[in-house]
């Protein structure tokens, strides 16, 4: 059950759905040791995935401490969490990709074909590089079975973000700028993915902040996120939505650090998602 009252978010233009985040009254956070400062460093490991092209980065087994003292009330208590290892989508998934499916009769054509300011995105070869958008959280989890993988658990997601040194976005503690991401309007709609590699996250992960928001698999559930196990927390088994995170072209940045949590109504054109498999 979600709990505390919602509030209204920035809309797109000319659309009718409605789109609220939710913020919680949570536990007194647990006492941790102060965050780390940026030191984590890896070697970025790929691999391509053979349905669709996707490049996916390794992230290894581990520790990281998830969640954001100083954020949402839904967002506390930071808390220690391990993780087996797993590859993530280094983007999020494209128009071009999405074709893929429904070329293969696995997934159905987008129900709108525009994006934010453009009539003709989904249908259109210029923008077959950018975040297929418009995809309920159940089409994305087709997708991703289709395509031999499933959407991240929301630890999987903000690991794979912020790495394990308890960085604040991605690439560090650093305010963003139109240099790391797409956000507040600075574009005013979706860029192609892997335009910001100076955002890339500690494991290579391009867009985690920023362009569109991305389904987790886990259902909004507040009470769950602040007493979640230790080890591979999966989520709630229901809920009344699944979670978004990592904002979008649309969102300041409040919205984009790699804590915030989304609850949303309705479907948008600036949701999108990426894909885990196991090692």
């Known amino acids: 059950m979600k709990t505390g009252a919602r509030k209204p978010l920035l809309m797109a233009g000319g659309l009718l759905a ?7 009254c949570m536990p007194k956070p647990q006492s941790l040791e102060p965050l780390a400062k940026q030191t984590e460093s890896f070697i970025v490991d790929t691999k391509t995935r053979e349905s669709d092209g996707m490049v996916m980065v390794y992230v290894p087994a581990g520790e990281f401490r998830m969640g954001s003292n100083k954020g949402e009330p839904d967002e506390k208590p930071v808390h220690k969490v391990y993780l087996d290892a797993y590859w993530i989508d280094q983007t999020e998934v494209t128009n071009g990709m ?55 658990t929301e630890a999987e997601w903000e690991k794979a973000a ?42 290579g992960a391009l867009d985690m902040a920023g362009n569109v928001w991305e389904w987790a698999a886990d ?24 979670v978004l995170r990592g904002g979008s072209f649309l969102y300041p940045e409040d919205y984009v650090t790699s804590s ?5 109504y309705a479907v948008d054109n600036f949701f999108g998602f990426r894909c885990v498999s196991a090692p």
């Open 18 to 24: 409605i789109l609220m985040l939710a913020g919680g």
């Open 98 to 152: 999405w074709a893929k499916c429904v070329a293969a009769g696995a997934c159905p054509e987008p129900r709108w074909s525009n994006s934010n300011t453009r009539l003709s995105y989904y249908d259109n070869a210029t923008y077959e590089d950018y975040p297929v958008v418009f995809q309920y959280a159940t089409q994305a989890i087709d997708y991703c079975n289709w395509a031999g993988g499933r959407l991240p």
């Open 162 to 203: 912020r790495g394990t040194d308890g960085r604040k976005y991605p690439w560090g503690n650093e305010a963003p700028d139109a240099s790391r991401l797409n956000y507040k309007e600075n574009e005013g709609d979706t860029t192609a993915v892997g335009s910001y590699p100076t955002g890339a996250s500690p494991y």
């Open 219 to 242: 259902w909004y559930d507040g009470d769950y996120y602040s007493s979640s196990p230790y080890e591979n927390p999966q989520g709630s088994s229901d809920g009344d939505s699944r």
């Open 260 to 264: 915030y949590r989304g609850s949303p």
